[in-house]
């Protein structure tokens, strides 16, 4: 799997926040993106993930265009963890890991013992597997990010 971007640009609020902006990463490769507040890191992450569209240039996937996949496609390629998280809803640990499955499901398919197993992995993965059952809305900071690592694991993303 490769992410490339070339001469990524948004604008947002009428500030052009990403003025052309290229890099490349291949499969298993881990790269940092560095500087300093509000130069552009989590406005390139989302124009790569699919939450805000580039006002110019190109994202490509494997070298097509992402907007040529379908959003449940791309779902199914890139996993994110997002840096906020925010549930108005009492999920438990275990629930917002399955979410990790729905780019996998259509609409009102049920979750299975395939899914079960690959959210049990996940969480033993990670060590949280004894705070499955337990909220998510009590768990520590540190806590709650370690549980949202594993919440692309079960989607078997390549990204």
């Given at each position: 799997m490769d992410i490339r971007t070339e001469g990524v640009q948004a604008v947002l609020g009428g500030s052009a926040?990403?003025?052309g902006v290229d890099i490349q990463v291949g499969q298993r490769?881990?790269?940092?993106?560095?500087g300093p507040n509000g130069s552009g890191k989590s406005t390139l992450l989302k124009c790569i993930y699919r939450v805000l569209k580039p006002t110019g240039g190109a994202v490509l996937l494997d070298g097509r265009?992402?907007?040529q996949y379908s959003y449940r496609e791309s779902a199914r390629r890139i996993a994110v963890v997002a840096q906020h998280n925010y549930y108005n809803f009492e999920f438990s640990v275990q629930d917002v890991v399955m979410m990790g499955r729905a780019p996998h499901k259509r609409a009102l398919d049920r979750d299975n013992a395939d899914d079960f197993r690959l959210v049990a992995e996940a969480l033993e993965l990670v060590g949280?597997?004894?705070f499955a059952r337990r909220s998510f809305s009590t768990l520590?900071?540190?806590s709650s990010s370690g549980s949202f690592w594993p919440a692309p694991w079960p989607s078997r993303p390549l990204v």
């Amino acid at each position: 799997m490769d992410i490339r971007t070339e001469g990524v640009q948004a604008v947002l609020g009428g500030s052009a926040i990403l003025k052309g902006v290229d890099i490349q990463v291949g499969q298993r490769e881990l790269v940092g993106i560095i500087g300093p507040n509000g130069s552009g890191k989590s406005t390139l992450l989302k124009c790569i993930y699919r939450v805000l569209k580039p006002t110019g240039g190109a994202v490509l996937l494997d070298g097509r265009d992402l907007d040529q996949y379908s959003y449940r496609e791309s779902a199914r390629r890139i996993a994110v963890v997002a840096q906020h998280n925010y549930y108005n809803f009492e999920f438990s640990v275990q629930d917002v890991v399955m979410m990790g499955r729905a780019p996998h499901k259509r609409a009102l398919d049920r979750d299975n013992a395939d899914d079960f197993r690959l959210v049990a992995e996940a969480l033993e993965l990670v060590g949280m597997s004894g705070f499955a059952r337990r909220s998510f809305s009590t768990l520590s900071g540190g806590s709650s990010s370690g549980s949202f690592w594993p919440a692309p694991w079960p989607s078997r993303p390549l990204v």
